[in-house]
């Protein structure tokens, strides 16, 4: 039997379901050794990976070898190694709800940070602007579009605004990525309606906190016509960032990479009182961001912070 090139579309446990436009979906398994490399890395195979495999016995595949990746969005937390979250993309969704629940500006900035270094263009999509007034929407729209990202408003209940968003997504492979409950998976139900290939559980939000119940648990990528590819992917409660450095973050605001053009040494410094962006970030950046980013500063200051949470655990472990 001929060796066939897929993509990972979705991964279950030891299982994978791979894509390509002659067979559609099957189903396969990794080869021997390669099962063997991947319980000494965490992530070997994430979903997107373009991977060779040759058919096995019945109708079940075998996954020979992945191809080196173009890009991939990684985010990395207190507690582990980086986690490769999906591979080969042309631009990541960040879908930010208006309202229920609300998405706060930290999230977006700190995922604006981690496509900034993995040279992915982001996109700003606000979701549920039936929720809100128009006022709202203009100026969050405008917030952002002014610091030259790509920015739109849509609503499951306004089709006018998925003609728009369609436009955007055509002949790309996107990754939808935000908190639990912003509408990801009803993204991508609304987008596959009609070729009805794969549906998506979802799920109402909490009734008292008005947040997500984390409805999906598996990244599943989606090919319409035209090579257009969706993925959707588990709503994420903190987006990591402990794999930048201080510098790294500085230079991802927009707003202080143009501060760094005016920086009088070529190379950058030890970020003290010489460095423009610092500078800048003290005395012009509008306060709202810089907060965010002293956030972010604190995060790799403090990657052990304990949380409310954390230290209950550990009153409870200790009286065990
Ligand atoms: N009012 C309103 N509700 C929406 C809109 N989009 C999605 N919702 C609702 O928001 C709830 C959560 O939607 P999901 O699509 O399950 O959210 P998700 O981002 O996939 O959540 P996880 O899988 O938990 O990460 C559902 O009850 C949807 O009907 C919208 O544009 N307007
Ligand atoms: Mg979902």
Known sequence: MGKEQFTIARIFGAYYELYSKDRLYVRAVLKGKLRLKSTEDRHPFVVGDLVTA????????????????????????????????????DQVAILASYKDPETKDGFIDRLLVACYHTKIKPLIIFTKSDLVDSSLKKEKEDFYSNLGYD????????????????KVLQGKKTFLCGNSGVGKSTLLNQLTKKSVQKVQKTNEVSGSTKKGKHTTTNSLAVF????????????????????LSKQELLESFPELSLAKEKCSSPYCCDLGLECNMVRFMETGLLESRKKNLESMFESLDKPHRVT???HWSQAITKRY
């Open 308 to 310: 409310r949470r954390d």
């Open 224 to 243: 319409l016509e035209e090579d257009t590819v969706i993925i959707d992917s588990p709503g994420v409660k903190e987006w990591g960032i402990l794999h």
């Open 151 to 166: 920015v739109m408003s849509i609503s499951i209940e306004d089709e006018k605004s998925f003609p728009v968003l369609w």
């Open 54 to 89: 040759e058919s096995g016995y019945g109708e079940e595949w075998i996954i020979l070898e992945k191809e080196e990746r173009s890009n991939y969005l990684t985010r990395r937390s207190e507690h582990g190694d980086n986690h490769v979250l999906c591979a080969n993309l």
